[in-house]
């Protein structure tokens, strides 16, 4: 069973930078699609990034929604097994849950991501940002 242990959330002031780490185990699928979704308050879940991890197409497929491309940055860390979203330049409306979750391969190549496909889910870590 895929486990996803996300951390690094926080509070910062518009224009600083956060770095969420998603630490994964238990994966058996040699390619993997690891993407980051948030949820604001009263909002619905939306896909912020993702890109394959793991076998020959480690870090293709990197997905970026437009909200977040030029500020975030998504990158995996092999040596800790991690999946690490770098988010600079942050604005109060990336406030959010942000959570880590896993999925088939092939859901990085959609153009868009769809939670409903992800199978594997973290428990979350809060980013606010002020004003």
């Known amino acids: 069973q895929v486990q996803l242990v996300e951390s690094g959330g926080g509070s910062v002031q518009a224009g600083g930078s956060l770095r969420l780490s998603c630490a994964a185990s238990g994966v058996t699928q040699s390619r993997n699609c690891m993407g980051w979704f948030r949820q604001a308050s009263g909002k619905e879940r939306e896909g912020v990034a993702a890109?394959?991890?793991?076998?020959?197409?480690?870090?293709?497929?990197?997905y970026y929604a437009d909200s977040v491309k030029g500020r975030f940055t998504l990158y995996q860390e092999k040596r800790k097994n991690t999946m690490n979203l770098q988010m600079n330049s942050l604005k109060p409306e990336d406030t959010a849950m942000y959570y880590c979750?896993?999925?088939?391969?092939?859901?990085?190549?959609?153009?868009?991501?769809?939670?409903?496909?992800?199978?594997?889910w973290g428990q979350g870590t809060q980013v606010s940002v002020s004003s």
């Open positions: 890109i394959v991890t793991g076998g020959e197409s480690a870090g293709e497929g990197t």
């Open positions: 979750a896993a999925a088939l391969w092939y859901e990085c190549y959609r153009g868009s991501l769809r939670a409903e496909s992800f199978t594997s």
